[in-house]
Nanobody, 122 residues
Framework: VQLQASGGGLVQAGGSLRLSCAAS????????VAWFRRAPGKEREFVAH????????GYADSVKGRFTISRDAAKNMVYLQMNSLKPEDTAVYYC????????????????WGQGTQVTVSS
């Protein structure tokens, strides 16, 4: 199983980015998919997750109302739309998938992508 995160980049505060997560060897319809991030000097933290059906989503308080997680079952893709970005959103963003997960911890997820850098300038 391989996960590939993409879509990161440099953006000014208040701007938007959309991250994508593609999977090979795993059908997202059978897994919960999450985004985590690691800011410089900090531990990796939960950002958002979406259930295998797509009907349930969850967000960290720090991104609620600004970020939206979604999935496209036909393309086997999961997205993270990030709006109203702030400098404190600067981090490496990782997508992760878990076959029996619905949690906020790294240990809840079995598969991880390599990460994509998001940098928000003030």
């Amino acid at each position: 199983v391989q996960l590939q995160a993409s879509g990161g980049g440099l953006v000014q505060a208040g701007g938007s980015l959309r991250l994508s997560c593609a999977a090979s060897g795993l059908t997202f319809r059978s897994a919960t998919v999450a985004w985590f991030r690691r800011a410089p000097g900090k531990e990796r933290e939960f950002v958002a997750h979406i259930s295998w059906s797509g009907r349930n989503t969850g967000y960290a308080d720090s991104v609620k109302g600004r970020f939206t997680i979604s999935r496209d079952a036909a393309k086997n893709m999961v997205y993270l739309q990030m709006n109203s970005l702030k400098p404190e959103d600067t981090a490496v963003y990782y997508c992760a998938a878990g076959v029996s997960a619905w949690g906020l911890r790294e240990s809840d997820y079995d598969y991880w992508g390599q990460g994509t850098q998001v940098t928000v300038s003030s």
